[in-house]
């Protein structure tokens, strides 16, 4: 990453935010602990931090939901839970693995303009893997196609949907 080999570095000093399908939430932790594993492993937060995580989960539409463990979350909730921690790392780089299956349409669209609005305002570099092309739409300038176990060059996302390559508009029309 920009000249350096973070191969060396600790996974949690590399520059690098993940965001799993699964969302990797701990049971036995409340959301707001689960947030804040993102700013501190031990969890010895400070008063500004604690403010973070509160304007997180906030901004994820989770607002007093933050003494909740995940069990008694539903899976768009435990999914918005682990965006927040997403958001609280501000880390240059953003991968997320189909983190937004659990949510509805309207929420999923919500959640993927709050990456964009987030990845914009942090410049974060965003690779987000996806099924559903309208999820590119909503959030990519760029698409990389992967198809037949190849990934393709990044082209514009308004010409990748405008012309389809052969393996897109079979998985479109299938």
């Not at 590399?14 to 707001?32: E, I, K």
């Not at 501000?90 to 993927?112: I, N, S, T, Y």
Request: charged share 25%; no cysteine; hydrophobic share 45%.
């Amino acid at each position: 990453w920009e000249e350096d080999d973070l191969t060396p570095l600790p996974p949690a000093k590399r520059p690098v935010t993940t965001l799993f399908q699964d969302g990797n939430l701990f049971p036995h932790l409340t959301a707001f602990q689960n947030v804040g594993l993102g700013l501190s492993p031990s969890l010895k937060l400070s008063r500004a931090e604690k403010a973070q995580i509160d304007e997180a989960l906030e901004r994820v539409g989770l607002d007093g939901l933050g003494e909740r463990k995940p069990s008694a979350l539903s899976g768009g909730q435990a999914a918005r839970v682990a965006l927040a921690r997403a958001l609280v790392r501000h880390r240059p780089l953003m991968l997320l693995d189909e983190p937004f299956g659990a949510l509805g349409p309207a929420l999923r669209a919500e959640m993927l303009g709050l990456v964009r609005e987030v990845a914009t305002e942090t410049e974060a570099t965003v690779l987000f893997v996806s099924h559903e092309p309208q999820d590119a739409r909503l959030i990519a300038d760029e698409v990389v196609l992967v198809a037949e176990g190849q990934a393709h060059a990044p082209v514009p996302t308004s010409d990748i949907f405008a012309n389809p390559p052969k393996a897109l508009s079979d998985y479109l029309s299938g």
